[in-house]
T-cell receptor, first 114, second 117 residues
Framework: DGGITQSPKYLFRKEGQNVTLSCEQN?????MYWYRQDPGQGLRLIYY???????QKGDIAEGYSVSREKKESFPLTVTSAQKNPTAFYLC?????????????FGSGTRLTVV | AQSVTQLGSHVSVSEGALVLLRCNYS??????LFWYVQYPNQGLQLLLK??????LVKGINGFEAEFKKSETSFHLTKPSAHMSDAAEYFC???????????????FGQGTILTVHP
């Protein structure tokens, strides 16, 4: 079955560490997105990519980096520059002309700073 | 530019009662509108969508929503709440650019629905 896989489900980071969250899709979608979710703040867009080897900053890109070397994969790195990284991170994908069908979401990664 | 406002961060209903979750949008172009549901520690699941066809949209689990352009609203309703409806609900808007754009979804702040027995 097609879908989006995020891993790991839970991740713990020490102060000053970089960590990478994985997002893989087999839906043949061109566009992929990373959102951060905090209680009471909805979903905020971190980065998005509409084609391989290209990506754009979203509303809260500072302290994060991404790559899009393959259509299926869009990993997110939370760097030590991100001051408050503890959050629930959601990856999503969508296709050209398919925004009328919305996005498909992964099951999320909960990141905690220890 | 587009934005979504969900009125009420928490809504509480009794089992069997009407569910009404409010969403107002702002968009400079004709919008696509969506409702998503999220259960704890899970991703978002699409409930229903408005894509400029019928203004009354029926979704999964007995939910429906009506697009009212004059009121810029897209409220979510369900005639009779069930305990399993307890979750967080998100309204989202995307520009209607037909088949020429990926668009971007802009989400509301979310509404947590509690269902009492």
């Amino acid at each position: 079955d097609g879908g989006i896989t995020q891993s790991p489900k839970y991740l713990f980071r020490k102060e000053g560490q970089n960590v990478t969250l994985s997002c893989e899709q087999n839906l043949n979608h061109d566009a992929m997105y990373w959102y951060r979710q905090d209680p009471g703040q909805g979903l905020r867009l971190i980065y998005y990519s509409q084609i391989v080897n290209d990506f754009q900053k979203g509303d809260i890109a500072e302290g994060y980096s991404v790559s899009r070397e393959k259509k299926e994969s869009f990993p997110l790195t939370v760097t030590s520059a991100q001051k408050n990284p503890t959050a629930f991170y959601l990856c999503a994908s969508g296709g050209l002309g398919l925004t009328n069908y919305g996005y498909t979401f992964g099951s999320g990664t909960r990141l905690t700073v220890v | 530019a587009q934005s979504v406002t969900q009125l009420g961060s928490h809504v509480s209903v009794s089992e069997g009662a009407l569910v009404l979750l409010r969403c107002n949008y702002s968009s400079s172009v004709p919008p696509y509108l969506f409702w998503y549901v999220q259960y704890p520690n899970q991703g978002l699941q699409l409930l229903l969508k408005y894509t400029s066809a019928a203004t009354l949209v029926k979704g999964i689990n007995g939910f429906e929503a009506e697009f009212k352009k004059s009121e810029t609203s897209f409220h979510l309703t369900k005639p009779s709440a069930h305990m399993s409806d307890a979750a967080e609900y998100f309204c989202a808007v995307s520009p209607n650019a037909g088949g020429t754009s990926y668009g971007k979804l802009t989400f509301g702040q979310g509404t947590i629905l509690t269902v009492h027995p």
